[in-house]
T-cell receptor, first 115, second 110 residues
Framework: GAVVSQHPSWVICKSGTSVKIECRSL??????MFWYRQFPKQSLMLMAT?????????EQGVEKDKFLINHASLTLSTLTVTSAHPEDSSFYIC???????????FGPGTRLTVL | RKEVEQDPGPFNVPEGATVAFNCTYS??????FFWYRQDCRKEPKLLMS???SGNEDGRFTAQLNRASQYISLLIRDSKLSDSATYLC???????????FGAGTRLAVHP
């Protein structure tokens, strides 16, 4: 099946720094990618929809200036958490939509810890 | 009201038991429905899509009731490896995004 990778798989950073997370679709082209956040024992919450070559669409309550999304190619989307704070510590998961099968494939997630 | 609601559980069942999970959704225009499985600290993985006519995949059976806006998952002959969180997922009509329920935790014990 289709594979989606994320890098890094985990990161620990100091408060105030920025962290970039990459999401790649490895064997299919993804015009649309999605970024989710999951806090412990809670559901996945969609943060934004990333469309190749255009601006991301953010869900209500998600600060677009804090969570910068770039989808410059059909196989790569990046999420940058700017000026991270401890409350941003979470599990960030991306998914990529295979246009032809209309199936979403999830990346393995990135665990962010902000000290 | 949450868009997708599930009983969080946990469901603690012995090996070999049959267990059923339910899910309700609020958007009557929703088009597609899925069950995902998520293991601890891992990404969700698609278990099965849910069709109006109901569908079965081995020990797993999914049912959809559009009139009641209700989805179910039945697991027969539970295995230890079935222990996980089961996520009910709905795709609203006209959108590519998925809406996740909070998940139902299943623990199968020997």
């Amino acid at each position: 099946g289709a594979v989606v990778s994320q890098h890094p798989s985990w990161v620990i950073c100091k408060s105030g720094t920025s962290v970039k997370i990459e999401c790649r679709s490895l064997d299919f082209q993804a015009t649309t990618m999605f970024w989710y956040r999951q806090f412990p024992k809670q559901s996945l919450m969609l943060m934004a929809t990333s469309n190749e070559g255009s601006k991301a669409t953010y869900e209500q309550g998600v600060e677009k200036d804090k969570f910068l999304i770039n989808h410059a190619s059909l196989t790569l989307s990046t999420l940058t958490v700017t000026s991270a704070h401890p409350e941003d510590s979470s599990f960030y998961i991306c998914s990529a939509r295979d246009y032809y099968t209309d199936t979403q494939y999830f990346g393995p997630g990135t665990r962010l810890t902000v000290l | 009201r949450k868009e997708v609601e599930q009983d969080p559980g946990p469901f603690n069942v012995p090996e070999g038991a049959t267990v059923a999970f339910n899910c309700t959704y609020s958007n009557s225009a929703s088009q597609s429905f899925f069950w995902y499985r998520q293991d601890c600290r891992k990404e969700p993985k698609l278990l099965m899509s849910v069709y109006s006519s109901g569908n079965e995949d081995g020990r797993f059976t999914a049912q959809l009731n559009r009139a009641s806006q209700y989805i179910s998952l039945l697991i027969r002959d539970s295995k230890l490896s079935d222990s996980a969180t089961y996520l009910c997922v709905v795709k609203p009509g006209g959108y590519n995004k998925l809406i996740f329920g909070a998940g139902t935790r299943l623990a199968v014990h020997p």
